[in-house]
């Protein structure tokens, strides 16, 4: 039975034909997954038809309207662009982004799409080499189309997204898009997002966002700013929040439009350029109760010069960190950021504060840890120390907001 599995077959079983899909099984008799999703074991069966299912479809060429917007789909990978495998039983990815276009066809009344598949991995594999490869792509494509898509997996899509919005100006929307359900579940958020993801690609909008599930319905998509956004559930389809800034719109599926809700960049306000050059000896450090300076040694002793430290509360780690805080700062950037992720780094109310801002620590403001760590990159890859240390505290693309305001959660 070995060679059958993951193959689609049609079997003779109870007096019945039975269609589906062969799962691993460790019984010794046939599982099979049929077309409405359930699992169905068989111990007396015969098979009439074996199907490859590797086999793939040849689809149509996509039709073009000329009074359409065009827009590219950059494919990267991740659940988006996956299946599962029956032979293994994981997610693998395996569509490239014709395919996904082809799966969407929606996407053909709101733009016309090019699809290119510049990477087919979990976004857990992205090395800043990838970033840099694709702002040029992004950069590339924003000459010729109205807007970008960027699917990515979804686990890092708010660093890669943050790393583009650092690395390019941009006239045009550059929307990164993914899922957390692959498209062959019946939950499958892949669809919409996408249809989402086409609408703000063609609206009026110049920056990088990130567009997914508002909530656990398949009613509305949020636009989040890239440089605010993180991914805060393992599994829900709702997992990406903003946080210290508002979505900056959301996407309603059923009647296509979009409701802004926060201050944006709007289209064309801004100059397409590109600094695509990124410091890799940067570090993000999390801080808990007990952990020893001996970490800001060791990368410094590697030659890292840039440190993001995840403290406590409103920006602090303990007092035994102070001596080799002072060290490292005479060469290198260290920027706070907060376990808290909600507010502002205020390293003035204490005294361990104090005592950090005395050591060279800068305030990250209000800015993601992860954010800071991208910024910090980027800073440190285009500019001069010093100039980097003024700009890290300085807003660029979004990334520090000016109030302390809290945002609720539902907009
Ligand atoms: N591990 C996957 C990734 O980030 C999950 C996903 O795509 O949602 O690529």
Redesign the pocket.
Known sequence: MEEIVGKKVKIKAKGRIFEGIVMPSTTGSLVLKLNNGYNVGFVDYEVIEVEDLERREEKPPIFKNPKLPNVKIIST????ASKVDYRTGAVTSQFTAEEIVGDVPELAEICNVDACLLYNI???NMKVEHWVKLAREVYKSLKKYEGVIVTH????MAYTASALAFMLSTPKPVVFV???RSSDRPSSDAAMNLVCSALTATSDLGEVVVVMHATTSDDYCYIHRAVKVRKCHTSRRDAFKSINYPPLGKVIYDTRKITWIADRIRRNEKELSIKDRMEEKVVLIKFFPGLKPDILEYYYSKGYRGFVLEGTGLGHVSTDWIDTLRKVTEDSLVVMTSQCLWGRICDRVYDTGRYLLKAGVVEGEDMLPEVALVKLMWLLGNYELEEARELVRKNIVGEITSSTRYWEAEY
Do not use: N, R
């Not at 997996?153 to 890092?156: A, E, F, N, Q």
């Open positions: 990978g991740g659940t988006i979990l976004s857990e997996g979804t686990d890092t993914g899922a957390q």
